[in-house]
């Protein structure tokens, strides 16, 4: 709460300070990737001490899986209101993927990946971001779930399991530098075969 003179509060401060350096982060992986994030470099960015991230921040490892966190819940807030503009019927579905797609690609395809080619030989990296990545994806999940309409629960886990693994797969493939074109045509094969399967 700020206070009636307008002054931030010490929760207000620390928070901003938090997700400025969280923003950093994100902006260090893309930008320069994982071995050249450097904890000076994040904290420059962020415009914060060395001494105020390790208030915030044990190591990081914790800093980089709360990055991962930070903006897929800032994605998922930027979605609300085209989850509320889903159109009924079949086309529910087609949308939803859409909606997934837009989600695993882009600013957290690229972060993410950053990560998890770094945590295949940092058990540290590894321990920190699979309860977080876990509990994301359960949480989207549940998400999709609501808007499922009278699909069967098993029906829309494997639709949404199914389309989180396609879409990270083509998110590499655009980081590769893969063919949108082919990448669109993908995407649109499994709309077609998602609406015919799941929705019938």
């Known amino acids: 709460m700020t206070t009636a003179r307008g002054h931030r509060t010490q929760a207000e401060r620390r928070e901003q300070t938090r997700t ?7 902006d ?4 320069r990737g994982y071995p050249r994030t450097s904890m000076q470099e994040i904290c420059a960015r962020a415009g914060v001490s060395k001494g105020a991230f390790q208030h915030h921040f044990a190591a990081k490892t914790e800093l980089m ?11 998922k807030e930027q979605r609300e209101p085209e989850i509320g503009r889903l159109p009924e019927g079949p086309e529910r579905i087609a949308a939803a993927v859409d909606l997934l797609w837009d989600s695993y690609s882009g600013t957290l395809a690229t972060a993410a990946m950053e990560l998890w080619i770094a945590a295949r030989t940092d058990p ?6 699979r309860p977080v990545d876990r509990a994301l994806g359960r949480s989207t999940l549940e998400q999709i779930a609501t808007l499922s309409g ?4 098993e029906k829309v886990e494997t639709l949404y399991w199914l389309t989180v693994n396609l879409t990270r797969g083509l998110a590499l493939d655009a980081e590769l530098g893969g063919d949108p074109h082919r990448r669109k045509q993908l995407l649109d094969e499994w709309k077609r075969i998602a609406v015919a399967h799941f929705a019938s």
């Open 28 to 31: 260090c992986l893309v930008e």
């Open 150 to 153: 009278n699909l069967p629960r």
């Open 20 to 26: 400025a350096l969280l923003d950093a982060t994100i």
């Open 65 to 75: 899986a709360a990055a991962v966190e930070h903006l897929t819940n800032r994605l």
């Open 124 to 129: 540290e990296l590894r321990a920190a971001m």
